[in-house]
Structures are given as structure tokens and as C-alpha cells.
């Protein structure tokens, strides 16, 4: 059975910078896609970011282009998301996600398996 975990959340000020961790189990996490999405109160949720298993081809939302970095260390089968520049909108629950498939990354039906989320709250 897969779990994954996320960690590295907390509270910030605008300004600070924040690195989640998404940990793994399951021996064919090289092969997975890896996603990070978001949902704030009220809000549905989002696609943050994403980084393929082929040549570890990376994609961001727009609203995180240059603020945040998505990596992935295969070895320990764990997914990174370093958040730099947070601002009050991006307080979220923020989740990790592994995609089987050679779906968008961006569809968030497509993932098979879902961490439990982590609290990132940016104070202004």
C-alpha cells in the first residue's frame, strides 16, 4: 500500500521561505509523477506544481513561477517543494500527490494516491 507524508509546514511572515517534504512508500516511486497542490478555505484545490519521473521535467502554476522550486530524490523516495517569497495567498493546505499515469499533471482526479496535507500559513 502506497502512503505518502507530507511535512515542513508551519507559520511564517511574508517574505520567509518554507521547504515541504513528501515521503513515500511504495518501490516504484521513480516512476510516479509527483504533485503539490493547494486548497485554502473556501477554495478548491489547486495546482501547484509538479515534477515528471522522464528526464524530471518540472511544471509550476503561474502564480508560483520563480518563488517556488519542485524536486525529487529518488533515493529516498521523497518529493521536495521549497517555497521562497511566501505571501498571505498562499496560505493552504498543501498536498503531495503521485500521478501513475502520463496525465496532465496539472488534473488533480488524475493522481491515484493523496498525502493527508500540511498546514502553510504566511502571516502579513
Known amino acids: 500500500q502506497v502512503q505518502l507524508v507530507e511535512s515542513g509546514g508551519g507559520l511564517v511572515q511574508a517574505g520567509d521561505s518554507l521547504r515541504l517534504s513528501c515521503a513515500a512508500s511504495?518501490?516504484?516511486?521513480?516512476?510516479?509523477?509527483l504533485g503539490w497542490f493547494r486548497q485554502a478555505p473556501g477554495k478548491e484545490r489547486e495546482f501547484v506544481s509538479a515534477?515528471?519521473?522522464?528526464?524530471?521535467?518540472?511544471h509550476y502554476a503561474d502564480f508560483v513561477k520563480g518563488r517556488f522550486t519542485i524536486s525529487r530524490d529518488n533515493a529516498r523516495n521523497t518529493v521536495y517543494l521549497q517555497m521562497n517569497s511566501l505571501k498571505p495567498e498562499d496560505t493552504a493546505v498543501y498536498y503531495c500527490?503521485?500521478?501513475?499515469?502520463?496525465?496532465?499533471?496539472?488534473?488533480?482526479?488524475?493522481?491515484?494516491?493523496w498525502g493527508q496535507g500540511t498546514q502553510v500559513t504566511v502571516s502579513s
Open positions: 511504495g518501490r516504484a516511486f521513480s516512476s510516479w509523477t
Open positions: 500527490a503521485a500521478l501513475l499515469s502520463s496525465s496532465s499533471p496539472q488534473n488533480a482526479p488524475d493522481y491515484r494516491y
Open positions: 515534477i515528471r519521473s522522464v528526464n524530471y521535467i518540472t
